[in-house]
């Protein structure tokens, strides 16, 4: 079936470095998003792209559809950037989205 | 950013009972999708659901569930009976269209106890 690899499943950091999250698909996708779960369990929208990249402040979104795969590159990382990290992606010819393993990611000071 | 509401926040009941989950919509959004999260674990898709139909569902939308948005009022998830399995987080969403190509939004989540 349609399946979301992402990697790593958990990331320690310390603050001020950086890191990509990456989702590999196994069938083409028409868009991903990606967000961030925090310690009360909500959803934040941190990206949405159907193509291309995106930036917003220390983070970055790449999408590349063709080779079926996006990433989140963070960088100068925060306390407040801790949290799960999932990607999303809705398959070409359904209404279905199919959301990755998520990456536990610790901050550290 | 739009916002998706879900009502209770926090739903406690014995195995057996019916349950209703509650879900407001960003307002001039037309497909809405129930998720369930176990602690912890994956988002799991359950139902996506347009013009007063379910468009695509997963194998873990049981025949105890149903789904409707009676007359554009909330959208909800009723489970009939439940089962201690049912236990989880669910979290609705809604987005403009559809086909895996508009941006969803979430709401805050409904944690569901069965015990």
């Known amino acids: 079936g349609d399946q979301v690899e992402q990697s790593p499943s958990a990331l320690s950091l310390h603050e001020g470095t950086g890191s990509a999250l990456r989702c590999n698909f196994t069938t083409t996708m028409r868009a991903v998003q990606w967000f961030q779960q925090n310690s009360r369990g909500s959803l934040i929208n941190l990206f949405y792209l159907a193509s291309g990249t995106k930036e917003n402040g220390r983070l970055k979104s790449t999408f590349n559809s063709k080779e079926s795969y996006s990433t989140l590159h963070i960088r100068d990382a925060q306390l407040e950037d801790s949290g799960t990290y999932f990607c999303a992606a809705g398959t070409s010819n359904t209404n279905k989205v199919v959301f990755g393993t998520g990456t536990r990611l610790q901050v550290l000071p | 950013g739009p916002k998706v509401l879900q009502i209770p926040s926090h739903q406690i009941i014995d195995m057996g009972q019916m349950v209703t989950l509650n879900c407001d919509p960003v307002s001039n959004h037309l497909y809405f999708y129930w998720y369930k999260q176990i602690l912890g674990q994956q988002m799991e898709f359950l139902v996506n659901?347009?013009?007063?139909?379910?468009?695509?569902k997963s194998k873990l939308f049981k025949d105890q569930f149903s789904v409707e948005r009676p007359d554009g009022s909330y959208f909800t998830l009723k489970i009939q009976p439940t089962a201690l399995e049912d236990s989880a987080v669910y979290f609705c969403?809604?987005?403009?269209?559809?086909?895996?190509?508009?941006?969803?939004?979430f709401g805050p989540g409904t944690r569901l106890t069965v015990l």
């Open positions: 659901f347009y013009n007063g139909k379910v468009m695509e």
């Open positions: 969403a809604s987005s403009l269209a559809g086909q895996g190509a508009y941006e969803q939004y």
